[in-house]
Nanobody
Framework: QVQLVESGGGLVQPGGSLRLSCAAS????????MDWYRQAPGKQRELVAQ???????NYADSVKGRFTVSRDNAKNTVYLQMNSLKPEDTAVYYC???????????????WGQGTLVTVSS
């Protein structure tokens, strides 16, 4: 059973930085795209950043120039470095991957449990 474990959320002042991590485990054959989504109170979940197997990245306009997504394929881990944080970045951040489990060899989408990021003075 593929599982994702997220870490790194917390409370930070405006202008500060946080680094989120998401480690995948559990019978993984391969991982394709790895993404970060977020959901603020009362709002829909939105895509924040994504990184392909080859390292190509894509960002929401609201975070371009401030957030950096990266991955370590050897560790099945994706990171989100968040700099110059703003109060409007406050949300629950979710890791999301497209993976092929060893057991089925069919692509599967897996979500993390979410980690809360609060930007406030």
């Amino acid at each position: 059973q593929v599982q994702l474990v997220e870490s790194g959320g917390g409370l930070v002042q405006p202008g500060g930085s946080l680094r989120l991590s998401c480690a995948a485990s559990g019978g993984i054959f391969s991982i394709n795209d790895m993404d970060w989504y977020r959901q603020a109170p009362g709002k829909q979940r939105e895509l924040v950043a994504q990184v392909s197997t080859s390292g190509n990245t894509n960002y929401a306009d609201s975070v371009k120039g401030r957030f950096t997504v990266s991955r370590d394929n050897a560790k099945n881990t994706v990171y989100l470095q968040m700099n110059s944080l703003k109060p409007e970045d406050t949300a629950v951040y979710y890791c999301h991957i497209h993976t092929i489990p060893i057991a089925t060899r069919r692509e599967l989408e897996v979500w993390g449990q979410g980690t809360l990021v609060t930007v406030s003075s």
